[in-house]
């Protein structure tokens, strides 16, 4: 059923991943992207492999799950690799009629691909590990500092997480008001481009004013529960760190040292 | 002075055109005057359109009278100063489910007001466990709001209120959106929450089943206040009530049809047993058992 | 002229971990001109049992026959069928769109690809059916009433001039008037045109007073199939998946428990009347 659609990938296990702090983990997403562009050889890679392996056994979550996103950028990584297989000057391997392939376009593309790979399974990791919820408040919290230069990151997380409650009914709204159009006779598939543009006017105009509707009653909503921003808010889930997390920076400026190293003495 | 008295209240919808101009007015109250006890479990009975729902926004200032004032516990609600402390007395429920449930999980939408409030974590959490408990949705507390029923729905949203420690609870067209089972469950939610806590309750309403238990009953129409007593005493004027396009309960029909027939039976029946008692007898009497 | 639903399953999630039924072998025929009252909790499958016979959904396995015709053949005209099958849902709200009431109305008819001309007639008798004032046709339906949204939505439907009209619940949320008002124009059709009418309601009452046969849906599955009288009478099975009769069969039970002889199928605040002024007045003769 379209209810069953839930936003992000959270796989709901118990690890000590699950329960670190999603800016904990906000962090080490980025750490470990900044790596893979740091490292250039065998041995960096063989660093950030490690790392990654290390970090998804920890995660609980089964690997199939981790290499779904692959998918999505199959099309791109193919790209990528073949460009840099083929256009990358130096030692020829061999040649198929204008196209040459060289040794150091194997290599480049061999990293190009890792580096794709491992940054799609990297991020996966944070989306599998942490919910929408935890992950809207994990960066409402370190992006704070942006408060000081004027942007409303309270408002824009709350617009966030109130997106995430929305989509799911909205969804299952378009669904139904596609059936009560098509039971009037209405086509959506059939046409030109034109006319299936057309088309979707009977489907657009109900959904619109039943969002600005769903809109207005939720603001009221929360007016009535004494909304007024995030000034002189508590929460009710605070984050705060705890040892796992602290580890977790160790482990992060460890690896980050090992990954620079490498590249000096490379 | 009751929980909630409103005076001389008007409350005009005004239209207006691209350059300010008035186009429409249309009074939804017309002047207004009601005193509600503290403790007390209120129905609002009125037809779609009658004003009631916009009465329900005035208690806790949504909206703000055009004349006349609204008290909450002796709050005037044009007070800005005080509109927190207001809002806070005074809970609103609303009709649908889906449009007022913040948060994407049953025990955070719950702590959405306490956290507005300001108030400590270790007292949210105390809150949102006592309010889960008052409507019955501990076991739910975990799910996202998505995955329940239209009543429960109700439910999560009533503690989300109840969490704010309220005085009164105003339910605007609760049960509107759910089907009978749902309806039951609302219902019977509010009515625990009125006896076991005390809380005022204000219900805005068409079902008509749905107010017989409470203490009082007041008719809306055109915005004006039409009929004010108990439930028997409103439901023994059954004519009154479908000129106000209103309804009566079957049970209360029947007696109504009878005793027009010219059978001896008392006003206003509300429950089947009442009925029952009172036809056995006659039956008697007239030798027909 | 008829439509028949042959042993129809259908599964949400087929094939996956959530495959689940949300109709179960459900057979029956619905000949013209009857009024059918379709009930059963939420979730009991009557919705999605609705969107079968106009073929907005299709059978996991069964054949729904209209007029004698396998609506799932090859070749088979679903968007013909579906101006056959009128379907009214649940909320106006959903398919209101145009600018005025009168456009909208005309949609349908549209779609259908009749001239402006059968169009603009057919809406306009459609909006006179359903007793929607001639001065709220050039209004915006965004601006209209709860009661009189649903009457556009209604009146959407029928200007595709349909043989059965379904409504899925189409009082919930009116007062008390205007749920009668809608019911009897509903009820209008099915006397003055002799339309089929399936009716969707959680209200036993309404169901009681119109309908000539209930279908009883449960957890996917046809559980009752019978007149009024005749499902009442099952209240005990009735309030175990979650429904009820209508309360004037308690209040019958409750007199006929303290020895009065009251019919047994009294359905109706009006035939409660009926019978008990009757057995009143016949001690009265007697004494």
Redesign the interface.
Known sequence: MIREITLGQYYPVDSVLHRMDPRTKLFGTMVFIVSLFLANSLAAYGVATVFLVLVIRLSKVPFSFMIRGLRAILFLLLISVSFNLFLTPGTEVFRIGFLRMTWEGLRLAGFMALRLIYLVIGSSVMTLTTTPNELTDGLEKSMGFLNRVGVPVHEVSMMMSIALRFIPILVEETDKIMKAQMARGADFESGNLIQKAKSMVPLLVPLFISAFRRATDLAMAMEARCYHGGEGRTKMKPLCYHRRDTMGYLVYAGYLLAIVLLRHFS | MGIIRASRLIYDYIRRDEDDHVEEVSRAIDGLDLDIKAGDFVAILGHNGSGKSTFAKQINGILLPTEGTVWISGMKTTDESHIWDIRKTAGMVFQNPDNQIIGNIVEEDVGFGPENLGVPTDEIWQRVDESLEAVGMTAYRMKSPNKLSGGQKQRVAIAGVMAMRPQCIILDEPTAMLDPNGRREVIRTVHELNQKEGITVLLITHYMEEVIEADRVIVMDDGRLVMDGTPREIFSRVKELKSYRLDVPQVTELAYELKQAGVDLPEGILTIEELTEHLLPIFRKANAL | MSIRAEHINYL??EGTA?EQYALKDVSFEIEDGQFIGLIG??GSGKSTLI?HL?G?LRASSGKIYYNGEDIDQEGYDK?AL??HV????Q?P?????EVDVFSDVC??PK??GLSNEVTEQRAREALIQVGLDERLWTQSP?EL???QKRRVAIA??LA?QPEVLILDEPT???????R?EILDEISALHEEKGMTIILVS?SM?DIARYADRILVMSHGEKLFDAPPKEVFRHYQELERI???A???T??VR??KE????LEDDITT?EE??TA??R??R???G??
């Open positions: 949400y999630g959530f909790h939420t969107q106009n907005l968007k579906r101006s009128g379907l009214v849902f909320y709200e959903h398919q209101l769109f949609f349908g779609n259908q965004f009433s709860g009661g959407g439907v595709m919930a949320g009116l007062d008390p008037r205007g009668d959680h009452e979650g429904l009820a209508p309360q004037i308690y209040v409750s007199l303290k020895g009065i002889a605040v409660a009347k008990i002024l057995l009143l016949k001690a009265d007697r004494a």
